[in-house]
T-cell receptor, first 111, second 114 residues
């Protein structure tokens, strides 16, 4: 089966740095995505990794290790508006482009 | 605004009824995905269509069906509704191939079964 694991909840302070981990065991792999989802709203795309290493995009960075089935999302200079769920998703293969999502990590940013 | 349009935004219906959710993908996108998100649950993949044909199937119940029309819009039909079907249903789209793998989500359709 397909398995994507993330912590359920995390709490951090405004201005701090937080790392959200994601581990996956899937039958195929064609890339890993991070999405942000505010409650009751649509997930919005944050980052995409298909090769090992770090991708940086402003305050957000994402890292991938394919051999370890591991990724993390790093959020720097946290702001209150970063309070949201962060979803890790894996694209299973290039044929069907089937995407499997983890249950998400609910991040609370405190003042 | 992702460019993916879903209607209706909210829907309340009774158990046993049937509803149809509609999705218009981003302009030029050929692939449509349907996801279900229940309270405090992750996004559950239901089904994917590509250019009118079913491409992949996830945990979609037999009471549910979907199709993608020649103009690329898609509909998700939910029948014999049960209380447990209450959820947020998302449609997403992308253009496979050169555009990469990112999928873009609509705002979702909130379904409440009473």
């Amino acid at each position: 089966g397909q398995n994507i694991d993330q912590p359920t909840e995390m709490t951090a302070t405004e201005g701090a740095i937080v790392q959200i981990n994601c581990t996956y065991q899937t039958s195929g792999f064609n890339g890993l995505f991070w999405y942000q989802q505010h409650a009751g709203e649509a997930p919005t795309f944050l980052s995409y990794n298909v090769l090992d290493g770090l991708e940086e995009k402003g305050r957000f960075s994402s890292f991938l290790s394919r051999s370890k089935g591991y990724s993390y999302l790093l959020l720097k200079e946290l702001q209150m508006k970063d309070s949201a769920s962060y979803l890790c998703a894996v694209s299973l293969d290039s044929g069907t482009y089937k995407y499997i999502f983890g249950t998400g990590t609910r991040l609370k940013v405190l003042a | 605004d992702s460019g993916v349009t879903q209607t209706p935004k909210h829907l309340i219906t009774a158990t046993g009824q049937r509803v149809t959710l509609r999705c218009s993908p981003r302009s030029g996108d050929l692939s449509v995905y349907w996801y279900q998100q229940s309270l405090d649950q992750g996004l559950q993949f239901l089904i994917q269509y590509y250019n009118g044909e079913e491409r992949a199937k996830g945990n979609i119940l037999e009471r549910f069906s979907a199709q993608q029309f020649p103009d690329l819009h898609s509909e998700l039909n939910l029948s014999s509704l049960e209380l447990g079907d209450s959820a947020l249903y998302f449609c997403a789209s992308n253009l496979q191939g050169a555009d990469g793998n990112t999928i873009y989500f609509g705002e979702g359709s909130w379904l409440t079964v009473v």
